[in-house]
């Protein structure tokens, strides 16, 4: 299990921009492929995006492909999220979550996780 704290939700206009972070006190975060998942209200929790432990491999959600950038900083222990061009359908409550690449390949499914933060919220207003 791997501590996560999620920061940087909060409201803001459609066409804006918000950067979360998750932060981590692991010495071990380089191990792990970290990922940003989302679950709006009434909605399953679904996958975002990924991010290889080396930073090298990226993965999105074709929903979010263009406008959101995942990335990571080893030295800092955060993985971040960068969303630009908001739209009211990014409204959720934003989770990162850890799993080691020794548990399987990149995944899409929530169960698969090892490790999640307690989410932070995004409201994108119309």
């Known amino acids: 299990q791997v501590q996560l704290a999620e920061s940087g939700g909060g409201l803001v206009q459609a066409g804006g921009s918000l950067r979360l972070s998750c932060a981590t006190s692991t010495r071990t975060f380089n191990s792990y492929t970290m990922y940003w998942f989302r679950q709006a209200p009434g909605k399953e929790r679904e996958f975002v995006a990924a991010?290889?432990?080396?930073?090298?491999?990226?993965y999105y959600a074709d929903s979010v492909k263009g406008r959101f950038t995942i990335s990571r900083d080893n030295a800092k222990n955060t993985v971040y999220l960068q969303m630009n061009s908001l739209k009211p359908e990014d409204t959720a409550v934003y989770y990162c979550?850890?799993?080691?690449?020794?548990?399987?390949?990149?995944?899409?499914?929530?169960?698969?996780?090892?490790?999640w933060g307690k989410g932070t919220l995004v409201t994108v207003s119309s």
């Open positions: 979550a850890a799993r080691l690449p020794g548990d399987g390949p990149i995944t899409h499914t929530p169960g698969d996780m090892g490790s």
């Open positions: 991010i290889s432990w080396s930073g090298i491999s990226t």
